[in-house]
């Protein structure tokens, strides 16, 4: 009797389980579906979507009155300002991620397992520099690259962006883990410490590396603050700024599938840093 | 004895060298950091004690807080970062307690709760107009249930939609380090104590929360760095004029940089950054104090 309770109140917390689970997976997949969702409508459904001056309430429209790629057309083919502010994002992100990831990498690996003078207090500047908003500096760097006449180039979003302090604290930490002995026989066995961060340490953080690359690439691909004061009214705003029209779904869509691609590409990397918590 | 001194020096020669090594190592980054970030940090602290390049004191402090605008600004971050920081922390821990209750599908949901992280604003932000729009789709619900509809756009109930897009948004992140601080508590000393009949809230109270602190302290740090990037979303939906209830710090800063006024403004980062700092002090001495792990 017991038995066939207890197996019963199993059941019952299974059910609750998929439930929750399901509530959860919509909470948080639905905006990101229906963006996608409403990209494919047609012109008429979309127009209803985002006339925000009628006096009718809107539906959720997933389902299109008529498959259409009239959007995704117009961005790719007949409105160049969005390929353009699409060119803009590209190039002000990614040599801002690859600086910050060649050049935080170095230093991490000497705050790690280097000994010199000042470190750990050098360090401390660091974690406290990754709690400053971004505000704070802005106009100051505002100045100084008006006095290095850098003002409205891609140069003034790129530079912030690659020195933020985040990817040293970031990959510290991961270097941390790795043991000192085996970089202390590289060094017995004559390795330079050049050699040691090449063939030893940056092979072993490869997940954290991946990690860093979206989270600066995100960071950078949604800036928003800098790109506004140090390049308004120029030609080369990012798409971050400058996502309006009446193809914003679409252009949602393109702008949301690069951060997306690297998140796929990185998932089976960093997951093994978190392999411990699947046990 | 003279081997001994052959030793000492080759250590040192060692020891030289990999100074040497350290300086090649951290000098892009230092370079870049000091002239990006704590140069322009110290002009703003100097900015703010000057007036048209005379010290002034604190002039530009009570001058700021006599001003409307920014003690708004300030209220509405306290009240945004009180709110929506202690909830976030606690949704993102039920919701990685709950997924280390789940037989499978753990990673799976941890994923699912990452797509908001990676999904930039401005390509969701139309459908959060669509949504709370005033004829939006949770007022046609609502005034399909015959409730009240709300102004989401334009009342005291903004705060509350941008709470909801902060937590939405960096739920998964913040779920993420939960989990991770969850599964290095071993599983031997819950299941020791439900053998000795502690039930489900005394384990998570007695035994859970407390080796959870340092966890929640590196939750807490990361949270307060992406309630800043909140202004991106603000702005997004509100353009550069919000209205007086999501009317934050940063829009404050912002407003003062297109005015250009320059003292006034640094005077204003540098009580941004006292107030982080100061919280995540406290936050700090918390930790110490309940800190059972060491």
């Known amino acids: 009797m017991k038995a066939i309770k207890k197996s019963h109140s199993k059941r019952v917390r299974k059910y609750l389980h998929y439930i929750i689970v399901f509530l959860i997976v919509s909470i948080f997949l639905f905006p990101v579906v229906y963006l996608i969702a409403c990209s494919f409508l047609s012109d008429r459904q979309v127009h209803r979507a985002l006339d925000f001056t009628g006096t009718e309430y809107k539906h959720i429209e997933l389902i299109p009155e008529m498959f259409s790629l009239k959007q995704y057309y117009r961005v790719f083919f007949r409105s160049p300002e969005y390929l353009r502010k699409f060119r803009n994002s590209v190039i002000v992100t990614f040599p801002a991620v690859l600086i910050q990831v060649c050049v935080s990498s170095m230093a991490a690996f000497a705050f790690a397992k280097l000994r010199f003078p000042l470190r750990d ?159 | 004895m003279n081997s001994g001194v052959v030793m000492k020096k080759v250590k040192l020669k060692a020891r030289t060298k990999e100074n040497i090594t350290a300086c090649i190592f951290i000098a892009p980054s230092l370079f870049g950091t000091a002239f990006l970030y704590v140069l322009p940090c110290v002009l703003s602290i100097i900015g703010s004690v000057q007036n048209d390049g005379h010290f002034s004191g604190t002039e530009n402090y009570t001058a700021l807080f006599q001003n409307d605008a920014f003690r708004t600004a300030l209220k509405n971050t306290v009240l945004f970062n009180a709110t929506a920081i202690p909830l976030l922390m606690i949704i993102s821990y039920l919701l990685a307690e709950f997924i280390r209750s789940l037989k499978s599908g753990g990673a799976f949901v941890r994923g699912i709760l990452l797509v908001p992280v990676i999904v930039p604003s401005a390509s969701v932000v139309n459908v959060w107009k669509v949504f709370f729009d005033d ?21 005291a109930f903004s ?130 104090s309940h800190n059972f792990t060491e």
Not at chain 1, 179 to 207: C, H, M, N, W
Request: include cysteine; charge should be positive.
């Open chain 2, 135 to 155: 004829y939006g789709v949770i007022n046609g619900l609502l005034a399909q249930l015959s409730l009240p509809t709300i102004q989401f756009f334009n009342s």
């Open chain 1, 121 to 279: 207090k050098l360090f401390f500047l660091y974690v406290i520099l990754l709690l400053i908003p971004v505000q704070v500096t802005l106009v100051p760097d505002f100045l100084i690259f008006g006095k290095l006449h850098l003002l409205g180039s891609y140069l003034s979003v790129i530079l912030p962006a690659a020195f933020s302090a985040l990817g040293v604290c970031l990959l510290r930490q991961s270097i941390g883990y790795i043991s000192t002995s085996s970089i202390e026989a590289a060094r017995v066995d004559g390795a330079s410490y050049f050699r040691i961060f090449r063939s030893i340490i940056l092979p072993q953080i490869k997940g954290s590396i991946i990690m860093l690359i979206l989270l600066s690439f995100l960071d950078c691909w949604n800036n928003i603050e800098q790109p506004l004061v140090f390049l308004s009214g120029h030609d080369k705003i990012p798409l971050a700024v400058g996502l309006s029209g009446s193809d914003i779904f679409a252009c949602g869509v393109m702008f949301a599938v690069p951060p997306f691609l690297i998140y796929l590409y990185g998932h089976k990397d960093f997951s093994g840093i978190f392999m411990s918590v699947d046990k």
């Open chain 2, 159 to 288: 705060i509350v939609m941008i709470v909801v897009i902060y937590i939405w948004k960096y739920c998964g992140i913040t779920t993420l380090l939960f989990s991770l601080g969850l599964s290095t508590i071993s599983s031997s000393v819950i299941e020791n104590a439900r053998l000795d009949g502690a039930t489900r809230f005394h384990i998570m109270r007695k035994i859970t929360l407390p080796l959870i602190v340092p966890t929640a302290f590196f939750v807490l740090l990361m949270e307060i760095i992406c309630s800043f990037q909140i202004f991106r979303d603000i702005h997004l939906l509100f353009g550069r004029y919000p209205n007086e209830k999501v009317y934050f710090l940063q829009n404050y800063i912002s407003n003062s940089y297109y005015n250009m006024n320059f003292s006034r403004l640094s005077a204003a980062s540098v009580i941004i950054s006292a107030i982080t700092t100061a919280v995540l002090i406290l936050a700090y001495l918390f930790e110490r």
